[in-house]
């Protein structure tokens, strides 16, 4: 028995998107300009300290060109970041290879380039840079709490201050160069007085191995300065005076040099995430606002709601109310803001376009493309 096939009419049936195009949003607008702002703002904050902005940020070729031309130097933490910082125009001596725990090969790739300075924070570690980078300079890492930071980074690095010294003065035993100490107070940190406890445990290292023969001069800050995202932050130099303070307390006469890794103080601000309403759905009594862009799409870091993003839609201006903040994929991971909603305007629908602020940093890097199919988060600068 034959079944009838029925006939679609082209003029009546859906228009179906073609995939291989591009939808026009998300995008990532960068003003590369304010980025080098915010550079030298922190510059100004810390004279004397050597910025090195990290690249894991925001790894835009155009971003790491102007930076470089500004005379901002590199946190890398991979080979492609290497690459990345040297192809902007950076000389070797101007990147520090700040991951802990690195791949042999990687550490050998880098060393190739001209990479000098290299952080550990293990016996183990120690022992790799000395095989692969015969000669090298290393920083030993102390561990943080992260308290008074939106996404700490304390546990997966970082050791003791009597492992620090025995690390370097095993440094020192397998012919590697003993530089100093480095630290991170984790990311987004609002308190300026979170550097105090690690400028003085990075004293007392210092100390000790001054009096056994050994000089350490270099002091690594870490990263952590803030943007002003939704709950605002102190300025560059509220961070610059406590940490000048802690440093004269607990170096004096003996205050090494110092350096910072900014990304987030450098980038965030410079960014804005451009994002299309993809629907607007009532689940019982909770308004739930669809983006096309989320969790997996460039906002990783809304995860556990720890950094929350100032927000613009194109209906400000009128009754606003609470609503979940949910991305495009079918992941149920993907939802940005429900144990704090976000008010939204109450008109808010289909096609709107909203701007999520301070995404220059921590969003093109960790967009990826395979999961349900969408692609990585791109980015056009802005003049």
């Not at 925001?58 to 192809?87: I, Y």
């Not at 056994?212 to 102190?234: K, N, T, V």
């Not at 799409?297 to 109310?321: F, M, N, Q």
């Amino acid at each position: 028995m034959s079944r009838s096939v029925p006939v679609i009419d082209p003029a009546r049936s859906p228009v179906v998107p073609d995939p291989r195009r591009p939808a026009d949003t998300p995008y990532l607008r960068l003003h590369v300009g304010e980025a080098v702002e915010r550079y030298r703002r922190l510059a100004r904050a810390l004279p004397g300290t050597a910025i090195h902005y990290a690249v894991k940020a925001n790894p835009d070729p155009r971003l790491l060109a102007a930076l470089n031309g500004a005379g901002c130097s590199f946190d890398v933490a991979s080979p492609a970041e290497v690459h990345a910082a040297l192809t902007a125009g950076a000389v070797p001596s101007a990147l520090v290879y700040s991951n802990p725990v690195k791949r042999r090969s990687d550490i050998a790739y880098a060393a190739a380039r001209g990479v000098r300075l290299f952080v550990v924070d293990s016996l183990e570690e120690t022992a790799k840079v000395a095989d692969a980078a015969p000669g090298a300079s290393v920083l030993c890492r102390l561990v943080t709490s992260g308290e008074g930071s939106d996404w700490p980074l304390s546990r997966k690095y970082g050791c003791s201050t009597q492992q620090a010294i025995d690390v370097l003065r095993h440094a020192a035993r397998l012919g590697l160069d003993p530089a100093g100490v480095s630290f991170h107070v984790g990311s987004q940190q609002r308190d300026p007085e979170a550097w105090a406890g690690p400028i003085a445990a990075s004293a007392r290292v210092f100390r000790v191995l001054r009096e056994s023969g050994i000089q350490l001069r270099l002091l690594d800050l870490g990263g952590g300065f803030p943007a002003a995202l939704a709950e605002g932050c102190p300025p560059p130099s509220a961070y610059g005076a406590a940490i000048q303070r802690h440093l004269a307390r607990h170096f004096g006469r003996h205050r090494p040099r110092t350096l910072i890794e900014p990304g987030r103080g450098i980038v965030a601000e410079a960014g804005v995430l451009v994002a299309e309403v993809l629907a607007v759905v009532h689940r019982g009594d909770t308004r739930w606002v669809y983006l096309d862009a989320g969790v997996f799409t460039g906002l990783v870091e809304t995860l556990g709601e720890a950094i929350r993003y100032p927000i613009e839609t194109d209906r400000d201006g009128g009754r606003t109310g609470p609503c979940v903040l949910a991305g495009p994929t079918c992941d149920s991971v993907d939802v940005l803001y429900e144990r704090t909603m976000v008010d939204l305007p109450l008109d808010l629908t289909e096609g709107d376009r909203v701007r999520l602020l301070g995404t220059g940093a921590y969003t093109t890097c960790y967009s990826t493309v395979g999961f349900n199919g969408f692609p990585p988060l791109p980015t056009r600068l802005v003049s």
